[in-house]
């Protein structure tokens, strides 16, 4: 298979946009600088929110900066782009709609990879935004998996965490972590994703263990086969 560069939008955060790119380079087979896959970020921290405009389409709409940035990654020369943010996927049809090259699917990968697990009943923590998107709701459905969302006291706790702690700079201890993970397992969740790429980097830093589908990680893999390289194993 002809070899593939990747673009990434980036910004969205640009903690998680430097994630990726370390989590592609670990996970690519390859014993030299030459056999990684090429790769094209563009830490676009000009993009507008995208969770606050979601709730209040009074804000500034992400959707011209990502549009924008994926034109501009295809004429650098991507062939395949991805962007590490779930909440982004909101807008992923008007995106690829204005995008010469494939995007892909943050969202719809890890419901596939939920199944491939055999999960039954998934938990999402996630953004405000993205679960008032049901992005990753009509995802999991569509694969025969029964979402489950947080109650609104913990979902407070996530975005606490994603903005308080991770886009701020703060590293977030086991115990702040403790009862959003009770909270899932106590809804009888069989896994619970990680659907906001801030909170791949809590999953780094705490190691949560085989019980969480890491999104970040999942498109790290996805676009990692998609350029026509092997992941690791």
Not at 49 to 71: C, E, G, N, V
Not at 189 to 195: S, T
Not at 202 to 225: F, M
Request: charged letters at 20%.
């Amino acid at each position: 298979m002809m070899k593939k560069t990747l673009g990434i939008i980036g910004g969205v955060g640009p903690l998680a946009t430097m994630f990726i790119g370390e989590m592609i380079v670990r996970r690519t087979k390859a014993s030299t600088d030459q056999e990684h896959v090429h790769i094209i970020i563009d830490n676009d921290t000009t993009i507008p929110d995208r969770t606050a405009y979601i709730l209040d389409q009074t804000k500034q709409s992400p959707l011209p900066f990502l549009q924008r940035d994926a034109k501009k990654l295809a004429a650098y020369g991507a062939d395949i782009i991805c962007i590490p943010c779930n909440t982004a996927h909101t807008f992923y049809a008007e995106m690829q709609g204005a995008c010469p090259v494939p995007i892909v699917h943050m969202i719809q990968e890890t419901a596939k990879r939920a199944r491939e697990l055999g999960a039954k009943r998934v938990g999402i923590l996630a953004t405000d935004g993205t679960l008032a998107a049901e992005v990753y709701q009509q995802a999991l459905l569509e694969v025969d998996i029964q979402p489950i969302m947080p109650k609104k006291e913990v979902q407070q706790q996530v975005m606490s965490v994603i903005y308080d702690y991770v886009k701020a700079g703060k590293t977030v201890s086991k115990e702040l972590w403790r009862p959003i993970e009770e909270e899932m397992l106590q809804q009888q969740c069989d896994f619970i994703v990680l659907g906001c790429t801030e909170l791949s980097i809590i999953n780094k830093e705490l190691r949560l263990g085989s019980r969480y589908i890491d999104s970040l990680l999942v498109l790290a893999e996805v676009a990692i086969i998609a350029c026509g390289y092997e992941v690791l194993n």
